[in-house]
């Protein structure tokens, strides 16, 4: 009978924390990927020419097409938000999996669905506070 070494068992020593973390951080992850592609998907379904002939573009009055606005707004105002709301999601779903109140899955959807609203109106204060 061979004695197997706990220093190189592959399995969790702690209760499956490490494991637990991993789970919270995919399930984070997939939430803000499904809302992603939603946005993709939105965005081009919008027209790709301005319908009142006005110039395409940016600068001299000309304004981009709907798309093309969508795209620049996801570029530069979505990524970060999504990169903010992923943290905080990450750290809220890892704080209540290690109190024990929930299943990685649960928490990492509960964490999202407080971080993503929490992060979209806090955008909405700074820059109505002229921060950005």
Same mark, same amino acid.
């Given at each position: 009978? @061979?004695?197997?070494?706990? !220093? /190189?068992?592959? +399995?969790?020593?702690?209760?499956? $924390?490490? $494991?637990?973390?991993?789970?919270?951080?995919? &399930?984070?992850?997939?939430?803000? !990927?499904?809302?992603?592609?939603?946005?993709?998907?939105?965005? /081009?379904? =919008?027209?790709?020419?301005?319908?009142?002939?006005?110039?395409?573009? /940016?600068?001299?009055?000309? &304004?981009?097409?709907?798309?093309?606005?969508?795209?620049? =707004?996801?570029?530069?105002?979505?990524?970060? *938000?999504?990169?903010?709301? %992923?943290?905080? +999601?990450?750290?809220?779903? &890892?704080? *209540?999996?290690?109190?024990? $109140? #929930? %299943?990685?899955?649960?928490?990492? %959807? !509960?964490? %999202? /669905?407080? +971080?993503?609203? @929490? #992060?979209?109106?806090? +955008?909405?204060? =700074?820059?109505?506070?002229?921060?950005?």
């Amino acid at each position: 009978m @061979a004695m197997k070494s706990r !220093a /190189l068992s592959t +399995a969790p020593q702690h209760g499956g $924390r490490p $494991r637990s973390a991993a789970i919270v951080l995919g &399930t984070v992850i997939g939430w803000h !990927a499904a809302a992603a592609a939603g946005y993709v998907i939105w965005a /081009l379904t =919008l027209p790709a020419h301005n319908s009142d002939g006005v110039c395409e573009g /940016l600068g001299w009055g000309c &304004t981009p097409p709907p798309r093309d606005g969508a795209f620049l =707004l996801g570029v530069f105002v979505g990524v970060p *938000l999504v990169m903010i709301s %992923t943290v905080i +999601a990450m750290a809220m779903g &890892t704080w *209540l999996v290690l109190r024990r $109140r #929930t %299943t990685p899955v649960w928490a990492g %959807t !509960a964490a %999202t /669905l407080v +971080a993503v609203p @929490a #992060t979209v109106v806090g +955008a909405f204060v =700074l820059y109505g506070a002229n921060v950005f």
